[in-house]
């Protein structure tokens, strides 16, 4: 289950978990109907990957913050303690090419770091 968390202002807070299947059409249209309100939407992703096929199937976002993607096989140091593999290197530069902007942050309260900056491709 993926946690979407809808705030409608600082004191109400709804926290609704859900299933996200993005090659679905009806979840993808809810999707872009949710992000497209005038309410502010949190949505956690596993990996870049789902954020580049939310693009591609219309879903428009501003900014992704990657955090969370540690060390593992086939997996290369990024900035800290994030890693990433080369196919989700690509799924941020493609993503950043469309015009949402990638930064990497390890905690809500650090500066965000633009990807471009440690991109070493």
Same mark, same amino acid.
């Given at each position: ?15 609704v ?18 992000? =497209? ?7 956690? &992703? /596993? *990996? ?7 693009? +591609? $199937? ?20 990024l900035?800290?303690?994030? =890693? ?7 799924? &941020? /530069? *493609? ?7 990638? +930064? $990497? ?17």
């Amino acid at each position: 289950m993926l946690p979407l968390i809808l705030d409608k202002g600082c004191l109400n807070k709804i926290q609704v978990y859900c299933s996200l299947q993005i090659h679905c059409a009806k979840t993808c249209n809810a999707t872009i109907e949710l992000v =497209s309100s005038p309410t502010s939407v949190f949505l956690l &992703m /596993r *990996t870049p990957l789902t954020a580049l096929r939310l693009r +591609e $199937l219309g879903v428009r976002f501003e900014m992704l913050n990657v955090g969370g993607l540690g060390a593992g096989p086939g997996r290369h140091p990024l900035y800290k303690n994030i =890693s990433a593999t080369d196919e989700e290197m690509a799924a &941020m /530069r *493609t993503l950043e090419e469309m015009g949402t902007k990638v +930064e $990497l942050r390890i905690v809500a309260d650090d500066h965000g770091v633009p990807f471009a900056s440690v991109d070493k491709r």
